[in-house]
């Protein structure tokens, strides 16, 4: 993959790989969509899911497929594939404030962590070096802090465009939220 070299840091490899983040943003969506499905719908705790989501799949959107696509034969279609479902994810998104109903987003968010863990994690794995994992990593966790807060199912899904595009929309977005006082991240719930 084309990627900058990892500045020194004394010989050894630091910070963590793109599984490794991916996996953790996992773990934190499952948990929102449990805490959201269970008894009374939250709406703040609708408010972080969505949030929270739409960060994450910008992210994967911006460096995950792109990956997949450069070092996994097939890789076209199977970035194909999961962008596909993410738009379906973010339209889902886009009603869940509105219509209160966290089932079929929560069935989503299930299939999504268990497509990531099941197919793509392997894949990259085993063909991309420990380095090169340790980079993505990296770029996942800018990104997402670059990201929108709301979903835009439209906008563009592959670079260049989604990179330039979606952190000028997380501006707006985080603007939105400053001014309503909207609840964006699990620490503040």
Known sequence: MNLPPLPPVGGEISGRSVVDVLS??????????????????????????????????????????PAIRAVVPG??????????????????LSALERDREPGPVAEAVRRHVAADAEELFPLLMQMVPAEDMIRLGNRVETAEEAAPTRPHPRTPSTPPWNKVVDPALGVVDKLRDMITARKTYVRDL
């Open 24 to 65: 953790e943003q996992h773990r934190d969506l499952l948990a929102l969509t449990d805490r959201l499905t269970t008894g009374e719908y939250q709406p703040e705790v609708a408010s972080v899911l969505v949030a929270t989501l739409s960060r994450h799949l910008s992210a994967e959107e911006q460096y995950l497929y």
């Open 75 to 92: 890789g076209d279609a199977i970035a194909e594939r999961e962008l596909a479902e993410d738009r379906d994810l973010l339209v889902l």
